[in-house]
């Protein structure tokens, strides 16, 4: 036996999982098929050494007392998430966004007492001849587009008003200094107690029985075999159901049919995110600095519905985001059309075109729905798959 136990995925989960494992002597190894740990967390350096770019995970949502642990252990914290919110009207100009996002959200609710599960899309349509409701439909759609990064036609009605309930969407906050001290902090412990982690291993077929577990990985073109008593796989689903050459994993014999069929209920939500660095936080002078304290601009026409700023932390660097449907509504597009779409959005959503190209300094991107090692940015439950994750 090479290990005790082989993790697949240096992501979270799987440091985490390693880390707790060799501290109880285990012996541990961890393959990974990027050539960084992290997964879909990706600190990105920028032309400044402020903060990192987050092109993956960014902030922190409802309680999470697991991930609040491993900032404690890593020695930082999480910061509430602050600013104001903004939001494009019908005519084009921003308004102050005082009403939550998330209440618009809220009329999904009533669908926890559905007796057949329906999808988002079709529980919204019982509301479309009630015109005092239109907005709130409206705001409740492109909630699960953009903060679920799923698509309404599909998801699952009784899944997303079951997670409204949840508290996990209650409140958003940042790790203080982003991800990158508790990477950090998980890889340190991993090594400290002599866990092995191997990158640009990228697992292609497990074999497994009661006790043994041989997994197939591809390093540089050639074929290793890692043999233990056990494996933990902690690949998204997106990789797990994908049929692709690039990442897909085959198990012999194949997963239990349940396995399969819950596999089949949940899905990955896409995202393309584009970081944009200006010279300047010129957003913040405009109209009289009336956006000095802006958190979120939300844009109803643009390609990108949502851009960020890095409150309670001043910099000069932007977020654009798109989810679901209009993720996917940029399938196609280059890199820099994608950060080209981004700035000029933004520009737009602001009155500024020209004055956001000449700050403009920089650009970065990333769409997780072709990443071949991710298939998405994060699940959600379809139609009838309530109990799928479990």
């Known amino acids: 036996m090479d290990a005790d136990v082989v993790v697949i995925g240096a992501g979270a989960a799987g440091l985490a999982a390693a880390k707790s494992l060799a501290?109880?002597?285990?012996?541990?190894?961890?393959l990974e098929a990027r050539d960084r740990i992290g997964g879909r967390i990706w600190p990105y350096p920028g032309p400044r050494a402020?903060?990192?770019?987050?092109?993956?995970?960014?902030?922190?949502?409802?309680?999470?007392?697991?991930?609040?642990?491993?900032?404690?252990?890593?020695?930082?914290?999480?910061?509430?998430?602050?600013?104001?919110?903004?939001?494009?009207?019908?005519?084009?100009?921003?308004?102050?966004?005082?009403?939550?996002?998330?209440?618009?959200?809220?009329?999904?609710?009533?669908?926890?007492?559905?007796?057949?599960?329906?999808?988002?899309?079709?529980?919204?349509?019982?509301?479309?001849?009630d015109e005092a409701k239109r907005e709130t439909v409206e705001g409740a759609r492109l909630f699960v587009e953009g903060f679920d990064a799923a698509d309404p036609a599909i998801a699952s009605a009784k899944a997303i008003a079951s997670e409204l309930?949840?508290?996990?969407?209650?409140?958003?906050?940042?790790?203080?200094?982003?991800?990158?001290?508790?990477?950090?902090?998980?890889?340190?412990?991993?090594?400290?107690?002599?866990?092995?982690?191997?990158?640009?291993?990228?697992?292609?077929?497990?074999?497994?029985?009661?006790?043994a577990v041989s997994t197939e990985v591809d390093v540089d073109g050639t074929t290793r075999t890692?043999?233990?008593?056990?494996?933990?796989?902690?690949?998204?689903?997106?990789?797990?159901?994908?049929?692709?050459?690039?990442?897909?994993?085959?198990f012999e014999?194949?997963?239990?049919?349940?396995?399969?069929?819950?596999?089949?209920?949940?899905?990955?939500?896409?995202?393309?995110?584009?970081?944009?660095?200006?010279?300047?936080?010129?957003?913040?002078?405009?109209?009289?600095?009336?956006?000095?304290?802006?958190?979120?601009?939300?844009?109803?026409?643009g390609p990108f519905p949502a851009y960020w700023t890095q409150l309670p932390v001043r910099g000069e660097m932007i977020a654009a985001w798109a989810g679901g449907p209009k993720a996917l509504a940029l399938n196609g597009a280059s890199t820099n059309e994608r950060i080209e779409r981004a700035l000029d959005g933004f520009g737009a959503l602001l009155g500024e075109t020209e004055l956001a190209r000449m700050e403009f300094e920089r650009g970065a991107v990333h769409d997780w729905a072709s990443d071949?090692?991710?298939?998405?940015?994060?699940?959600?439950?379809?139609?009838?798959?309530?109990?799928?994750?479990?």
């Open 226 to 250: 890692f043999r233990a008593r056990a494996t933990i796989v902690t690949l998204p689903v997106g990789v797990l159901r994908n049929s692709g050459d690039a990442s897909r994993v085959v």
């Open 23 to 30: 501290e109880r002597s285990l012996r541990v190894i961890v």
């Open 372 to 390: 071949p090692f991710a298939r998405g940015a994060y699940s959600y439950v379809a139609v009838g798959g309530s109990d799928a994750r479990q």
């Open 165 to 211: 309930g949840s508290g996990v969407d209650s409140t958003i906050a940042r790790p203080l200094g982003g991800y990158e001290p508790l990477l950090k902090a998980l890889r340190e412990a991993c090594a400290a107690a002599k866990a092995q982690i191997c990158l640009s291993a990228n697992a292609r077929k497990i074999l497994w029985r009661r006790g």
């Open 50 to 129: 402020i903060l990192p770019a987050e092109l993956g995970a960014e902030f922190i949502h409802g309680p999470a007392k697991e991930t609040l642990a491993l900032l404690r252990a890593a020695g930082t914290a999480a910061i509430d998430d602050a600013g104001d919110s903004w939001v494009s009207s019908e005519s084009g100009t921003l308004v102050r966004d005082d009403d939550d996002f998330l209440s618009k959200a809220n009329i999904l609710q009533g669908a926890r007492s559905l007796e057949r599960d329906e999808s988002v899309e079709r529980y919204l349509m019982r509301f479309g001849g």
């Open 253 to 301: 014999p194949d997963l239990p049919a349940p396995k399969r069929a819950a596999l089949e209920k949940i899905e990955m939500g896409h995202v393309v995110k584009v970081v944009l660095w200006f010279r300047t936080a010129f957003w913040e002078r405009i109209a009289d600095g009336r956006y000095r304290d802006a958190g979120f601009f939300r844009d109803r026409h």
